[in-house]
């Protein structure tokens, strides 16, 4: 899907979209591509083939191009019914404050509000829940927390 | 799986478990047996159609059963890959504070690791955080926060 300028108008973006871009919602989309993108942003690496087998895990799978080059992407895991939980929100850091990651956000949005369910969550790192919030989220509803195990060894 | 002792005493519980549990990791239980269950502790009910769906759709599914009545439940959903997101934990009321709990959590933590899942995240009740603790898991480590997206409408 090629971009219209309607977007722009009714999201009320301070700065223009950058133009040309390009929405996937495609899962098949090339593990390199994902790969380079988080690379961009500092993300450690990941097997190609681990990508490919968590995207087709995923609910929704949204990533944006420029140029057949990806800048911006997100994804989303979950039970297709009561919840979906948001994953790996990234934009390619010459193509932030662009309005990329609004519309990466709204076009994955759109797609689990096609499912229709009712809880979506995410984990926002410091200083991004701001961003988060204009579409909704909010921190610790209830007093509920966000925890974490990590393995390192795996 | 009908437990053995071994397990209470390798966790050092207080309270010893209650007698013949049955532990399942079947994702076709009974949705009548997750829904009663759920309702015991409060919870708003869901139609046993899409408690069929979002089990089918789940990563892992662990029930615990005292003469053929489910005492205990969790599920994770993820992608299999690098994150799993743990839901639903509950315990019947008059089955807690006896390790029904933490043989859920035994049980389903140890599904995860056979997939080596690095990351396994959660959303804490009030007051519940020190459970979930003993089990590895940090609140809001470096800063991430949990956030929420409700739609009361579906």
């Not at 309607?6 to 919602?25: C, M, T, Y």
């Not at 380079?36 to 681990?50: D, F, H, K, M, Y």
């Not at 019914?81 to 932030?96: E, G, K, L, S, Y």
Request: charged share 25%.
């Amino acid at each position: 899907m090629v971009l219209s300028g309607i977007w722009r108008k009714n999201e009320n973006q301070r700065d223009p979209l950058p133009p040309n871009l390009v929405v996937s919602h495609d899962k098949s989309v090339s593990p390199q591509s994902v790969q380079e993108l988080c690379a961009s942003v500092g993300w450690s690496r990941r097997e190609p083939e681990l990508i490919v087998k968590a995207l087709q895990n995923s609910l929704a799978v949204v990533s944006i191009w420029s140029n057949d080059e990806m800048i911006g992407f997100a994804r989303a895991t979950g039970d297709m019914v009561f919840n979906a939980t948001i994953w790996d929100m990234v934009v390619r850091p010459d193509f932030q404050r662009l309005g990329v990651g609004r519309l990466v956000m709204h076009e994955l949005l759109k797609e689990l509000d096609e499912y229709q369910i009712p809880l979506v969550t995410l984990y926002a790192d410091p200083g991004t829940d701001g961003f988060y919030k204009r579409f909704g989220f909010l921190c610790d509803p209830s007093g509920v927390r966000g925890m974490f195990r990590e393995k390192q060894e795996y």
